[in-house]
């Protein structure tokens, strides 16, 4: 993959790259904003909050021993296996909204993930302390190896196979962020307490919300490739 082939340097796709993914990042940001808005607007039919969503969809899947809990922040709501707890922003946390009861029940479908050993989850689970090493000493490897590449050209091979290795997390976190989403529309739909204006509130809300993890996948795929350049040309 080197510039003769591919016609590109390094230098002019890592430009490209930078360039196309920063557009890429605030159009999505901004659009999941304003999702957020839009939909913080929409209440939900009962008037439920997102912790009452979240604590009743983690009881009905018999799952007692998570807490809901809230944490400061915008979209800071995450789900965290090593101490059980759902933890919802304060606008989701106490919301009345439909984007409120989406996220919560985003959240919670990582909750049930665990429970029922998705095998993504599993996988992802198992790369996170690989990725928690790598990302430690990924840089200094990688910019050693760029320096040091006529004479030690394993040196870059190890700092693009440990960018490989976050590159891959990003896509192992795509199918389960989707299947947490599906897990939620398919309970709110179940509950019945929503009809069909909501559900589709929930629906585009959480999409909004996935398309910030295709970005960030495509992002580290085009980094991997862009180093995978570097190697190639100074190589030949």
């Not at 606008?91 to 996220?103: E, R, T």
């Not at 990582?110 to 050993?117: E, F, L, P, R």
């Not at 006529?150 to 040196?155: E, H, T, Y």
């Not at 960030?216 to 350049?229: E, H, N, R, V």
Request: glycine share 6%; hydrophobic share 45%; aromatic share 10%.
């Amino acid at each position: 993959m080197d510039s003769v082939v591919t016609g590109v340097s390094p230098q002019a796709f890592y430009w490209i790259l930078f360039i196309a993914i920063a557009i890429l990042s605030y159009t999505v940001q901004a659009n999941l904003n304003r999702k957020f808005k839009k939909y913080s607007q929409v209440p939900t039919r009962d008037g439920s909050t997102g912790y009452e969503t979240a604590r009743r969809m983690l009881e009905q899947y018999g799952i007692g021993e998570v807490k809901v809990t809230c944490v400061e922040g915008q979209l800071t709501d995450h789900y965290n296996p090593e101490n059980n707890t759902v933890n919802l922003s304060k606008d989701v946390y106490y919301g009345h909204s439909m984007m409120a009861a989406a996220v919560a029940a985003h959240e919670c479908g990582h909750a049930v993930q665990h429970a029922k050993a998705y095998a993504p989850v599993r996988m992802r689970s198992a790369l996170v302390p690989v990725v928690q090493f790598s990302s430690k000493i990924v840089t200094w490897v990688l910019l050693a190896g760029i320096l040091m590449i006529q004479v030690f050209p394993g040196l870059m091979l190890a700092g693009i196979a440990l960018f490989a290795m976050t590159t891959l997390f990003s896509f192992v976190t795509l199918p389960v962020e989707i299947d947490a989403s599906r897990r939620a529309l398919a309970w709110l739909k179940h509950t019945g307490s929503n009809d069909r204006e909501t559900l589709v509130a929930a629906q585009d809300a959480l999409k909004a919300a996935a398309y910030t993890y295709v970005v960030a996948a495509i992002s580290s795929l085009g980094t991997l490739i862009y180093y995978i350049m570097i190697y190639s040309s100074r190589r030949s």
